[in-house]
């Protein structure tokens, strides 16, 4: 017992006291972190409504631009088919005109070589005659050398 001016305390009292004033204290701090916990969480449900607010807007816009790129898609793979159906048809176009004109050009064009080469030595008959050339084994040989070469072969 504590003994004081006149009023007389007992230990019981005192840790009684002691625990209220802990409890006073730890209702204290509940109070304030509860306080700031109200707070953060209507911070973030404000955070939640605004970001919400302005992911609908952005969903319906994405969602319009890839349909909007689907319709693009489509469109582009018809553009693709038809290229390639042109492509085939024109390759088919031209390989018909190569087996049926290209033969008998071929052979209209051998013909007018011909013509012109026989025409021009016509005309270049009368005047000097070019040096012949032989061929042999894919070289070509000036009759020049050849008839050195025949006048070797004459001397020996």
């Known amino acids: 017992m504590i003994q004081g001016a006149g009023a007389q305390v007992s230990g019981g009292e005192v840790a009684g006291i002691l625990v209220a004033v802990f409890w006073a204290i730890l209702v204290s701090f509940l109070a304030v972190a509860l306080a700031r ?3 953060t969480l209507k911070a973030t449900t404000k955070l939640v409504a605004d970001v919400t607010d302005q992911a609908v807007p952005l969903l319906a816009d994405a969602s319009s631009a890839v349909r909007s790129a689907q319709t ?3 469109r582009v793979d018809a553009i693709a088919t038809d290229v390639q159906e042109v ?3 024109a390759s088919a176009l031209s390989t018909t005109v190569a087996s049926t004109f290209g033969g008998p050009l071929v052979k209209v064009a051998a013909f007018g070589y011909g ?3 026989a025409i021009s030595r016509r005309e270049d008959a009368p005047a000097a ?3 012949r050339r032989t061929v042999i084994v894919g070289r070509t040989v000036p009759s020049a ?3 050195k070469r025949n006048t070797r072969d004459k001397r020996d």
């Open 115 to 117: 013509v012109r080469r």
């Open 72 to 74: 693009q898609i489509d």
């Open 37 to 39: 916990l109200a707070q």
């Open 129 to 131: 005659k070019t040096p």
């Open 87 to 89: 492509t085939s048809n």
């Open 145 to 147: 050398r050849r008839g």
